[in-house]
Structures are given as structure tokens and as C-alpha cells.
């Protein structure tokens, strides 16, 4: 970052975040100074509220206490079980197959396999085996793309298969799973003194670290292969896991699910081990700023404010283990709702309410934003973009009969999930059954605040569906030439489209943040989503990895919904900073079958308003394993033999040259990140010419089932244009 930019960002930083990041400066070099290795037996039980200072005190009276409740019911495990042979006959075999490949020391995340033979090297970067250098956490280069993208690095001290052994191990009673989850921590708490290493660099892996070893540790207090000294051993690195949260909080520098995220583990390692004595600071703290960040964290309509769907559920798996806790662990019965959290639940069940509009009728979300595959709540292993588990868990909270009709619907009649189960016990699946399921009160719906207009025709998995993304990039971006990270893309009046359940058009998604920069910056560009460029520029102007500056003003204008037709328009500036600035405005038609039965359709109005010629793009991507063919003036786009989508362009006295963009090299050349790490072909049909402004591109978006696609009428085209004008008009 250049001067003149850290004078800008200065500049837009309050005294406040100024007075922070200097006293932020200070304590590491303290830190630095007072850092004096390993914690001591002794200084450790000196911070702790137990009256017999041995571990075989503290591990008999961490296996009795009875003061803390904590997700795995020890005392209805037998009934648990007989539950999961019923519910899910599977589960138990597939836990343990996941456990013996962990045993085996063979991973699989971001895209990547890894096959450890003997130790596991717990700071070598696992694609280039380079070792990260076992130094002060704060003179470690994270960035240092000689060894490799952190991410790999941090991903498999995530420690979130430790879960997975110590599911296995609860399941089934097999030693073999515990021995291996304590053979594992043991090594890796060698491994990595506190402070020490690539491992303690970032606040939200030690947080997520946290709570992995918290739910594996649960899954495993009773097993014979906990000694007393590994008790110990864990306890203490525990504590210090908080110890470092508690100063290092991210409130300026990651100020979303970074955040969230450690402030929520601080929470977890307090309310589950109140014999620290900093637990009740640590407890209150964190809550208290958990409490007044839950409204800065989600618009109104319950999405995320970073735009970005997969972080949407990380914050929201977050609050809800938090709030779920908070609640079990209330004394005396008094009940958490009634003492300043109803805030926080409704705030949860709205961020589960916009996720189950925004479901596509496959079941999975659209990619809009960022993605680093993460899951603060890590028992079951869905596929990727599957977030019904949170459907099925608002069911029971909220009694939503809505929720669980569209988790079952579109999931196969699938049900109450492994992940609610473990949340909310056998009471909860027992509460799940009594609920009715009802289909949601609107199949097409708003959500003003953040800007996603959804229309549906129907809540069945064949569905025609569309996701309209006419919010901001992400809140707190500058419109000047500050810099400002952010998750969200420069996808405004972008879409997402589904014919008759099938993906068809869809937001390509995410690769990477530190390794190859073209793809990295490829796919948050404008281009790489279902819009408009002009002159090849990105909504917003890169500002290095993960930032943005001139970010555009958005305009959602209008919507109209009712039996027969949905109607969406809205705009956005940012190609004003342009020599000729321009203006972007879209509307979108959805007719529907309606009453009178007819075929349904969309039609997609661009304007481009501005004085000079420009070249103007039009890109739509579309999902892997699609056909693509040019007939004429038709696009015809088929998934199978089910599902396909006719699509016409319609460009007063212009000719617009089209292509398909499908064999090219990367990051453009015809290819989707369905997940950190992942890379696979997909085609993109672009359209281009070089016009003067203003101009005006209509495009029509027939569904068909068969092989061959019908022909549009001109009276269907002159129908929904009508319809078109005249809600334009209103």
C-alpha cells in the first residue's frame, strides 16, 4: 500500500481506532518483550478457582462438575444413539470412515488432498511442504508466497477434523479415535509454543481453533485414553488460546465475521470452563460486545452485511452456538431470553429467514461473495453451499413451520439434520416432528435492505427461480480513492437464474486470497459476474488484494410482485468515474404462469446512459456441465434433457457480436470457483459491441424441458414487453 493511501485511510479513521491500533502497536511490543516461554504448571492453577491444585484433581472434577452444560449430552447418550441407528442408519459407519482416514493422516480441504505418512508438520505449508519459520507471531510474513497461501496452512491447524475423531469415538466407543485426537493435540501444542509460529498470526484461526479442540475434547472426557497429564496440557493451552483472544480482537482490522468469530470463542472457552478466573470477564465482555455488534453485523432483512452468502452462515453458526449456550447454562432456569438477548434471537431468526428465501430450488445458495469454505459449526459435512441444517434448527427455535417445509422440500424430504440433532438433542427432534410444515407465506420476495430480490413460481425442487443482486458491494467501502477491504464483489445487477430446478446462470464464485492473483482478482471483478462492463472497467477500482475503492452508489428503485408477474429495477454509478460517466440501470420481468396458465419468462431490460461510445459487455456465466449453442439469433443453454433456457437479445439498430467463452486458459477463459481451492470449466456467453450511449439491450430468458427449444412468439415478446413499460412507468 503506498503513502499517499495510508494517509487517506488515516484520514477516514476515527480518534477512537486511532487511540486503538497505537495501543494495539504497544502491547505486541510488550508482548514481545515479556514473552518468557511455556506456562508453568504453577502459574496456571494459580489461575484457576479449584481448591486442589494437582491434574489428578483437576481431571476428576472436570469429569463430575456438574455446573456446565455443554452440547454432547453424556447423559442421554445411549438414547442418542439408538436415535442416530433410526434417523440416519449411516451415520455411524460414514463418522468412523472420515475418522480412519484422519487416522491415516490423509486431508482433503480447499480443493487439495494431502497424505501424511508418519508426524503430521503442523507449520509446513501442505501444498509446497516449505516450513513456515518458528518465530514471534508478529514477525511471521503471512504473506510470503515463497512458501505457499497461509490459508492451507491455517486451514489444517483449524483442527476441525478433531471433531470428526471425536464424533467417531462417541458413536462408536473405539479408542482408537480418542488416542488418535490426543495424540494429535498433544503434538501440535509441541509443536507450536503460544506465540510462536504461522499458527497464533490470525485471531480467528486460534478462535476456530479453540472451539474445534472445545467439541472434540466434550466427545472424548470419558475416554480411558485421557490421562491426567494430557488434561492438563489441554486446559492450559486452552487457557491461552483465550488469553491471546482477549487481546487481540479484531474490531478495526476484521471488524465482521473476524470478530464475531473471536468473540465467540472467548465466550465458548469462558462459559464451558468457568474455573479461569478471568472466565467471568471474559463471559460478560464478550457477550456484551456480541450483543451490540448483532445489529452492525445484518441488515435488517437478516443478511450479512459483507455480502457474501458463505460468511452470512460462519457469523451466523456463531451467534447461534453462543446463544444456544448462553441459554443451556443460565441459572436457576432463569432464561437468557428474558435478560437482554431477544435482540440477538431475532436477529438469528432473520438471518435464517433470508437464507431460506435465498435457497435455490436445488437446495444449495447462490455464490455471491467470498468464500473460504469455513463452518463455525462443524458436525455434519454437507456439500458445499448446502445450508439447510440452520432451516431445520429454526424450526425448533422459532416454530417455523415455513423453515422446515422448505428444508425438507428441497432436500428430499431429508428432514432434521445431524447438525440440529447435536444442537438441540433428542428434545429437539422431538419438537421438530410436532411442528407442521407449511410452504412459506410468498414464493417471490424483497429484501430491501441488502438489496436481493427473489422471484420464484413456485416452493417445488423444479422451480424457475432468480436471485437479483441489487445491493452495495459491502457496507463501509469508500466511494473516493481509500482503500477498504471487503468480501462482497462488484456484481451489482447481477443475477442468479434457475430453469425448472436446474442451476442454469450463476455467480461463478471464489478461488483464492494469497494464491495465484489473477484468479484472485478475476473472479470479484464485474466481469466474472452476470452484467454489464463498460470499456472493461469493475463497478469499483481495485484496490489491492481484498479491497476496493470508488465504490459505486446503488439504486434499487422498485419492485412489484403478484400472482401473474415480479418486476425489479434498480441502478448503479460506478462507471462515473469515467471521462464520460455512465449510468447502469437494469430491469427484470418475471412472467408468470398464472392464471391463465401461460408459459413463464424473463426479460431483462439494460440502459446505459452516458455521451460517448464505449464498449459494452454483457457476460452471462453459466454453471458447470451446461450446453451452449448459437442458433442464429437464439442461445440455447441445456443442462439435461429436463431443463434448458431460450435466450433472445433484442438491440434497437445495433448488432451486437456474440460468443462462447469456454476453452480459454485462465482466469477468463471459461471457468467457476465453486470453493476455495476448487477450479472446473464452465462456458460464459458474452456479448459485445462498441455503441454510442445511451443505449438499450433487451434480453428474453425462456425456460424449456425437452431437446429441442420451442420458438418464442412474437405475441409472448410484445406481451411481456408491454408488461415491461408499463410497470417502468409506475
Same mark, same amino acid.
Given at each position: 500500500?503506498?503513502?499517499?493511501?495510508?494517509?487517506?485511510?488515516?484520514?477516514?479513521?476515527?480518534?477512537?481506532?486511532?487511540?486503538?491500533?497505537?495501543?494495539?502497536? *504497544?502491547?505486541?511490543?510488550?508482548?514481545?518483550?515479556?514473552?518468557?516461554?511455556?506456562?508453568?504448571?504453577?502459574? #496456571?492453577?494459580?489461575?484457576?478457582?479449584?481448591?486442589?491444585?494437582?491434574?489428578?484433581?483437576?481431571?476428576?472434577?472436570?469429569?463430575?462438575?456438574?455446573?456446565?452444560?455443554?452440547?454432547?449430552?453424556?447423559?442421554?447418550?445411549?438414547?442418542?444413539?439408538?436415535?442416530?441407528?433410526?434417523?440416519?442408519?449411516?451415520?455411524?459407519?460414514?463418522?468412523?470412515?472420515?475418522?480412519?482416514?484422519?487416522?491415516?493422516?490423509?486431508?482433503?480441504?480447499?480443493?487439495?488432498? *494431502?497424505?501424511?505418512?508418519?508426524?503430521?508438520?503442523?507449520?509446513?505449508?501442505?501444498?509446497?511442504?516449505?516450513?513456515?519459520?518458528?518465530?514471534?507471531?508478529?514477525?511471521?510474513?503471512?504473506?510470503?508466497?515463497?512458501?505457499?497461501? *497461509?490459508?492451507?496452512?491455517?486451514?489444517?491447524?483449524?483442527?476441525?477434523?478433531?471433531?470428526?475423531?471425536?464424533?467417531?469415538?462417541?458413536?462408536?466407543?473405539?479408542?482408537?479415535?480418542?488416542? !488418535? #485426537?490426543?495424540?494429535?493435540?498433544?503434538?501440535? &501444542?509441541?509443536?507450536?509454543?503460544?506465540?510462536?509460529?504461522?499458527?497464533?498470526?490470525?485471531?480467528?484461526?486460534?478462535?476456530?481453533?479453540?472451539?474445534?479442540?472445545?467439541?472434540?475434547?466434550? #466427545?472424548?472426557?470419558?475416554?480411558?485414553?485421557?490421562?491426567?497429564? $494430557?488434561?492438563?496440557?489441554?486446559?492450559?493451552?486452552?487457557?491461552?488460546?483465550?488469553?491471546?483472544?482477549?487481546?487481540?480482537?479484531?474490531?478495526?482490522?476484521?471488524?465482521?465475521?473476524?470478530?464475531?468469530?473471536?468473540?465467540?470463542?472467548?465466550?465458548?472457552?469462558?462459559?464451558?470452563?468457568?474455573?479461569?478466573?478471568?472466565?467471568?470477564?471474559?463471559?460478560?465482555?464478550?457477550?456484551?460486545?456480541?450483543?451490540?455488534?448483532? =445489529?452492525?453485523? #445484518?441488515?435488517?432483512?437478516?443478511?450479512?452485511?459483507?455480502?457474501?452468502?458463505?460468511?452470512?452462515?460462519?457469523?451466523?453458526?456463531?451467534?447461534?452456538? *453462543?446463544?444456544?449456550?448462553?441459554?443451556?447454562?443460565?441459572?436457576?432456569?432463569?432464561?437468557?431470553?428474558?435478560?437482554?438477548?431477544?435482540?440477538?434471537?431475532?436477529?438469528?431468526?432473520?438471518?435464517?429467514?433470508? %437464507?431460506?428465501?435465498?435457497?435455490?430450488?436445488?437446495?444449495?445458495?447462490?455464490?455471491?461473495?467470498?468464500?473460504?469454505?469455513?463452518?463455525?459449526?462443524?458436525?455434519?459435512?454437507?456439500?458445499?453451499?448446502?445450508?439447510?441444517?440452520?432451516?431445520? $434448527?429454526?424450526?425448533?427455535?422459532?416454530?417455523?413451520?415455513?423453515?422446515?417445509?422448505?428444508?425438507?422440500?428441497? %432436500?428430499?424430504?431429508?428432514?432434521?439434520?445431524?447438525?440440529?440433532?447435536?444442537?438441540?438433542?433428542?428434545?429437539? @427432534?422431538?419438537?421438530?416432528? !410436532?411442528?407442521?410444515?407449511?410452504?412459506?407465506?410468498?414464493?417471490?420476495?424483497?429484501?430491501?435492505?441488502?438489496?436481493?430480490?427473489?422471484?420464484?413460481?413456485?416452493? @417445488?425442487?423444479?422451480?424457475?427461480?432468480?436471485?437479483?443482486?441489487? =445491493?452495495?458491494?459491502?457496507?463501509?467501502?469508500?466511494?473516493?480513492?481509500?482503500?477498504?477491504?471487503?468480501?462482497?464483489?462488484?456484481?451489482?445487477?447481477?443475477?442468479?437464474?434457475?430453469?425448472?430446478?436446474?442451476?442454469?446462470?450463476?455467480?461463478?464464485?471464489?478461488?483464492?486470497?494469497?494464491?495465484?492473483?489473477?484468479?484472485?482478482?478475476?473472479?470479484?471483478?464485474?466481469?466474472?459476474?452476470? $452484467?454489464?462492463?463498460?470499456?472493461?472497467?469493475?463497478?469499483?477500482?481495485?484496490?489491492?488484494?481484498?479491497?476496493?475503492?470508488?465504490?459505486?452508489?446503488?439504486?434499487?428503485?422498485?419492485?412489484?410482485?403478484?400472482?401473474?408477474?415480479?418486476?425489479?429495477?434498480?441502478?448503479?454509478?460506478?462507471?462515473?468515474?469515467?471521462?464520460?460517466?455512465?449510468?447502469?440501470?437494469?430491469?427484470?420481468?418475471?412472467?408468470?404462469?398464472?392464471?391463465?396458465?401461460?408459459?413463464?419468462?424473463?426479460? &431483462?431490460?439494460?440502459?446505459?446512459?452516458?455521451?460517448? !461510445?464505449?464498449?459494452?459487455?454483457?457476460?452471462?456465466?453459466?454453471?458447470?456441465?451446461?450446453?451452449?449453442?448459437?442458433?442464429?439469433?437464439?442461445?440455447?443453454?441445456?443442462?439435461?434433457?429436463?431443463?434448458?433456457?431460450?435466450?433472445?437479445?433484442?438491440?434497437?439498430?445495433?448488432?451486437? @457480436?456474440?460468443?462462447?467463452?469456454?476453452?480459454?486458459?485462465?482466469?477468463?477463459?471459461?471457468?467457476?470457483?465453486?470453493?476455495?481451492?476448487?477450479?472446473?470449466?464452465?462456458?460464459?456467453?458474452?456479448?459485445?459491441?462498441?455503441?454510442?450511449?445511451?443505449?438499450?439491450?433487451? $434480453?428474453?430468458?425462456?425456460?424449456?424441458?425437452?431437446?429441442?427449444?420451442?420458438?418464442?412468439?412474437?405475441?409472448?415478446?410484445?406481451?411481456?414487453?408491454?408488461? @415491461?413499460?408499463?410497470?417502468?412507468?409506475?
Amino acid at each position: 500500500m503506498s503513502l499517499l493511501h495510508i494517509f487517506r485511510k488515516l484520514n477516514k479513521m476515527s480518534p477512537q481506532e486511532i487511540t486503538f491500533r497505537c495501543r494495539g502497536l *504497544v502491547y505486541e511490543q510488550l508482548e514481545r518483550l515479556k514473552h518468557s516461554g511455556p506456562l508453568s504448571d504453577g502459574a #496456571f492453577f494459580r489461575a484457576l478457582n479449584v481448591k486442589d491444585t494437582s491434574s489428578q484433581a483437576l481431571w476428576n472434577y472436570i469429569r463430575k462438575r456438574e455446573n456446565v452444560v455443554f452440547f454432547i449430552d453424556e447423559h442421554n447418550k445411549q438414547a442418542t444413539i439408538e436415535t442416530i441407528n433410526k434417523q440416519y442408519p449411516q451415520l455411524i459407519q460414514q463418522a468412523r470412515e472420515q475418522a480412519n482416514k484422519i487416522c491415516r493422516h490423509e486431508f482433503s480441504f480447499l480443493g487439495i488432498q *494431502v497424505n501424511y505418512e508418519d508426524k503430521i508438520p503442523w507449520t509446513s505449508d501442505p501444498v509446497s511442504t516449505k516450513k513456515w519459520l518458528q518465530k514471534f507471531y508478529a514477525d511471521v510474513n503471512i504473506f510470503d508466497r515463497e512458501i505457499g497461501d *497461509v490459508k492451507y496452512v491455517w486451514e489444517l491447524n483449524r483442527h476441525q477434523f478433531f471433531v470428526d475423531l471425536g464424533k467417531a469415538y462417541w458413536l462408536s466407543g473405539d479408542e482408537r479415535y480418542a488416542q !488418535e #485426537f490426543f495424540g494429535l493435540i498433544n503434538s501440535w &501444542i509441541d509443536d507450536n509454543p503460544y506465540k510462536m509460529g504461522v499458527n497464533w498470526t490470525s485471531a480467528l484461526e486460534v478462535a476456530v481453533r479453540s472451539i474445534s479442540w472445545i467439541w472434540a475434547y466434550h #466427545f472424548c472426557l470419558f475416554s480411558s485414553s485421557l490421562t491426567q497429564e $494430557t488434561n492438563l496440557k489441554i486446559l492450559k493451552s486452552i487457557y491461552q488460546h483465550a488469553e491471546y483472544l482477549e487481546n487481540h480482537l479484531s474490531f478495526y482490522s476484521s471488524p465482521y465475521n473476524h470478530l464475531i468469530g473471536e468473540l465467540s470463542a472467548l465466550f465458548i472457552i469462558a462459559t464451558v470452563f468457568p474455573e479461569f478466573k478471568r472466565a467471568s470477564l471474559w463471559r460478560e465482555k464478550s457477550w456484551k460486545i456480541l450483543k451490540n455488534e448483532a =445489529g452492525k453485523q #445484518f441488515y435488517q432483512d437478516g443478511i450479512i452485511v459483507e455480502q457474501a452468502t458463505f460468511y452470512q452462515h460462519f457469523t451466523l453458526g456463531f451467534y447461534l452456538m *453462543v446463544a444456544l449456550l448462553r441459554e443451556m447454562n443460565e441459572q436457576q432456569g432463569s432464561g437468557v431470553k428474558g435478560q437482554g438477548s431477544d435482540k440477538v434471537w431475532h436477529i438469528i431468526e432473520k438471518a435464517m429467514e433470508s %437464507s431460506m428465501y435465498l435457497t435455490r430450488p436445488d437446495g444449495l445458495l447462490p455464490m455471491i461473495g467470498d468464500i473460504d469454505n469455513a463452518r463455525s459449526i462443524y458436525i455434519e459435512n454437507p456439500p458445499m453451499w448446502d445450508f439447510r441444517a440452520f432451516l431445520s $434448527t429454526g424450526t425448533v427455535l422459532f416454530n417455523r413451520g415455513d423453515m422446515k417445509k422448505v428444508a425438507e422440500e428441497l %432436500s428430499s424430504g431429508k428432514g432434521f439434520d445431524e447438525d440440529s440433532l447435536w444442537l438441540l438433542g433428542i428434545d429437539g @427432534m422431538k419438537k421438530y416432528q !410436532e411442528i407442521d410444515s407449511v410452504y412459506p407465506e410468498v414464493t417471490s420476495k424483497a429484501l430491501d435492505e441488502s438489496g436481493y430480490y427473489i422471484m420464484r413460481s413456485n416452493w @417445488m425442487r423444479d422451480s424457475n427461480y432468480l436471485c437479483f443482486d441489487c =445491493g452495495e458491494i459491502a457496507v463501509g467501502l469508500f466511494q473516493d480513492s481509500t482503500p477498504s477491504a471487503a468480501h462482497g464483489h462488484a456484481d451489482i445487477l447481477s443475477f442468479e437464474l434457475s430453469a425448472f430446478g436446474r442451476p442454469m446462470i450463476i455467480d461463478p464464485g471464489f478461488y483464492t486470497y494469497h494464491g495465484d492473483e489473477r484468479l484472485h482478482y478475476y473472479f470479484r471483478q464485474t466481469k466474472a459476474h452476470n $452484467t454489464i462492463t463498460i470499456d472493461g472497467q469493475s463497478q469499483a477500482q481495485e484496490a489491492g488484494k481484498l479491497s476496493w475503492s470508488h465504490a459505486p452508489d446503488h439504486y434499487p428503485k422498485k419492485w412489484i410482485s403478484n400472482k401473474d408477474f415480479d418486476f425489479v429495477e434498480g441502478s448503479h454509478d460506478g462507471y462515473k468515474r469515467l471521462a464520460d460517466p455512465v449510468i447502469h440501470r437494469r430491469a427484470i420481468l418475471f412472467k408468470k404462469e398464472g392464471a391463465t396458465l401461460s408459459p413463464e419468462y424473463w426479460i &431483462i431490460r439494460d440502459y446505459l446512459d452516458g455521451n460517448r !461510445e464505449h464498449l459494452v459487455e454483457s457476460f452471462f456465466h453459466f454453471a458447470h456441465g451446461i450446453a451452449l449453442n448459437i442458433q442464429g439469433r437464439d442461445i440455447v443453454a441445456q443442462s439435461s434433457a429436463e431443463a434448458g433456457i431460450l435466450i433472445q437479445t433484442i438491440v434497437p439498430h445495433q448488432a451486437m @457480436m456474440v460468443d462462447i467463452i469456454d476453452t480459454g486458459n485462465i482466469p477468463d477463459g471459461g471457468w467457476i470457483a465453486p470453493g476455495y481451492g476448487f477450479l472446473i470449466r464452465a462456458p460464459i456467453l458474452r456479448y459485445q459491441a462498441r455503441v454510442k450511449l445511451p443505449f438499450e439491450m433487451t $434480453t428474453i430468458i425462456y425456460p424449456f424441458k425437452g431437446n429441442i427449444p420451442p420458438s418464442i412468439s412474437p405475441e409472448l415478446i410484445q406481451e411481456g414487453l408491454r408488461l @415491461m413499460a408499463e410497470n417502468e412507468k409506475v
